[in-house]
């Protein structure tokens, strides 16, 4: 974990998407009636759907808007034209990069981050040119000043409902697991009255670069 923090980072993100809260849900809303689309409205059987509403949970999303959304997704699955796409590519100093993102425009969107890559003084690859630096998992954050929990009660709580690892930060802990496990996980945490700051199954990176001062903007 030397040379940064997993649990700032996602601290940082949250507090800019609270202040976005619209923008959020109306993606999450997205993320759901495309999961409903392609694979059904019953979370127990659509594991897609059952990684967005824990990822919508951990964003705040009260469950009469998730339930509503899963409503709206069942009626208007025909009409839906959203696909998750991941463009590849290098950031500053070769860092490399994976955007992941839903769109119901390929041409548009790869346009837009094409010319997001540019502006970041990076530029787009190809499929697959630096995926296989990442793996797929889970990562579920949880705010020490939150919770009232000794830290071996809540690694051990962790552990066995399934996760692959437990980091302790400054601010609190990181819990990754697999991606079959994270909503396995993520519910066992909130049936023990966890208090989550935030969970995703995300692409993580195998290694971890090093930069300097003058190249974060």
């Known amino acids: 974990m030397s040379g940064h923090s997993k649990f700032a980072n996602i601290k940082h993100r949250k507090a800019k998407n609270d202040a976005q809260k619209g923008k959020i849900f109306t993606k999450l809303g997205r993320e759901i009636a495309v999961a409903v689309k392609s694979g059904g409205s019953d979370p127990n059987l659509n594991n897609r759907l059952k990684d967005i509403i824990a990822k919508a949970k951990s964003n705040n999303m009260p ?11 069942e009626g208007d699955a025909e009409g839906l034209n959203y696909e998750y796409i991941n463009y590849e ?7 490399a990069v994976v955007v992941e993102t839903l769109t119901d425009n390929k041409n548009r969107t790869a346009a837009n981050v094409r ?13 697959g040119c630096v995926s296989f630096m990442f793996e797929e998992k889970g990562e579920i954050f949880i705010d020490k000043e939150d919770n009232d929990i000794d830290e071996d009660d809540l690694m051990m709580l962790a552990l066995e409902a399934g996760a692959d690892d437990f980091s302790s930060e400054f601010e609190g802990y990181v819990i990754t697991t697999s991606k079959e496990a994270f909503s396995d996980v993520y519910k066992s945490l909130e049936d023990a009255n966890i208090k989550i700051a935030n969970g995703q199954v995300a692409m993580i990176p195998t290694t971890y670069a090093q930069i300097s001062p003058e190249n974060i903007k």
């Open 115 to 127: 010319a997001a890559f540019s502006k970041g003084g990076g530029n787009m690859g190809t499929l």
């Open 63 to 73: 469950n009469d808007t998730i339930s509503r959304s899963i409503k709206k997704a």
């Open 89 to 95: 590519g290098y950031g500053p100093n070769g860092i």
